[in-house]
């Protein structure tokens, strides 16, 4: 299943990749879902969609985000697995095989799968890539009795949706797995200016999922309290930045040798930082990543004012 919202530059080798499986081609169906697109994505599989009726499904709605994209798609759904993908991904001829192989045993409600880029090219946050991270629907699949239980995606979010659900399922009782076989290939993708800041900003979507999880949130945002707040790494580095650059500039206008080993400090702080974000082999932008905690701290204070839980 795919929901996409303007994605005219990868989707028709998305959708070849899905027809191209090695699983039996008559015990699967192929559910897309237009979400609001305004370029011409659709246009670029209308032969596709003509020449393969029998197997796929175009569905469309207006621009509801992801997750409603979703969840149309999980309720036309008449398989009792839906494996979900994006539509900038190429899937493995055998990725359809290894998703359903993997379920084992009726306790399994999910399976990950391995998402694969090219990792020279990351250079977060300007260059990124969804691989490396934990429940990604750009490779993941779920049993539909699973989805049914606990409601599915949550359509208050526009990200993270994809990790909530996960979280639900498992707090519901079920087994999530990997499947290190069942690959998909994610381009990386460099980020605008105005994509970055909208990148940084979706953070606020970490109030309602800290809401929602408190627990599986302390480890997961690797949560610290501060009285009646909770903060998290980001948010310690940023004040603890800016007080290290106020010093420094104290320090130099006092001795020399204590303002530059202040402003050590700062960098040191700076590197660590960058060090513990970055999660494999990827490479960063040390300013660029400076001004993303900015934006992250600015996202998660408009959240907590949004949705009334406060996470700094």
């Known amino acids: ?20 499986q090695t699983y039996p081609k008559d015990r699967y169906e192929i ?8 370029d011409a994505s659709q246009e ?15 569905l469309v709605q207006s621009d509801r985000g992801p997750a409603a994209g ?59 890539s969804p691989a490396g991270f934990r429940y990604v629907t750009c490779n993941m699949s779920y049993r539909l009795d699973a989805l049914k239980e606990v409601g599915s995606f949550d359509e208050d979010f526009r990200w993270k949706e994809d990790d909530e659900l996960a979280y639900r399922v498992i707090e519901a009782g079920w087994r999530l ?30 109030i309602p999922f800290y809401r929602k999880h408190p627990q599986v949130a302390k480890n997961y945002f690797q949560l610290r309290r501060l009285g009646p707040l909770a903060v998290t790494p980001e948010f310690l580095f940023s004040v603890g930045s800016l007080l ?9 206008s006092i001795n020399t040798f204590i303002g530059f080993s202040l402003i050590a400090l700062l960098a040191f702080l700076a590197v660590w930082q960058r060090r513990r974000m970055l999660k494999r082999k990827a490479k960063a932008s040390l300013l660029w990543m400076a001004v993303f905690i900015v934006l992250i701290e600015l996202g998660r204070i408009y959240g907590s004012v949004e949705f009334r839980k406060f996470l700094l």
Not at 31 to 38: F, K, P, R, T
Not at 90 to 110: F, M, P, R
Not at 178 to 189: E, F, G, L, Q, R
Not at 244 to 252: D, E, R, V
């Open 1 to 20: 299943m795919v929901s996409f919202h303007n994605e005219a530059r990868y989707l028709r080798r998305c959708l070849l990749s899905l027809l191209d």
């Open 31 to 38: 559910i897309l879902v237009n979400d609001g697109s305004q």
């Open 44 to 58: 670029t599989i209308s032969d596709l969609l003509d020449a393969e009726r029998a197997r796929v499904s175009l």
């Open 70 to 128: 979703r969840n149309l798609g999980v309720a036309h759904a008449k398989g009792a697995i839906v494996a979900f993908t994006d539509p900038d991904c190429v899937a493995d001829k055998d990725w359809l095989v290894q998703h359903v192989e993997s379920y084992v045993s009726n306790e399994i409600g999910g399976v990950e799968g391995r998402v694969e880029t090219d990792w020279s090219e990351l250079l977060y946050p300007i260059r990124v």
């Open 177 to 206: 797995v990997s499947a290190t076989n069942a690959v998909v290939y994610h381009p990386v993708k460099m980020l605008s200016k105005r994509a970055l800041i909208s990148y940084g900003l979706k953070h606020r979507y970490d």
């Open 244 to 252: 290290a650059i106020l010093l420094a500039w104290l320090a130099l």
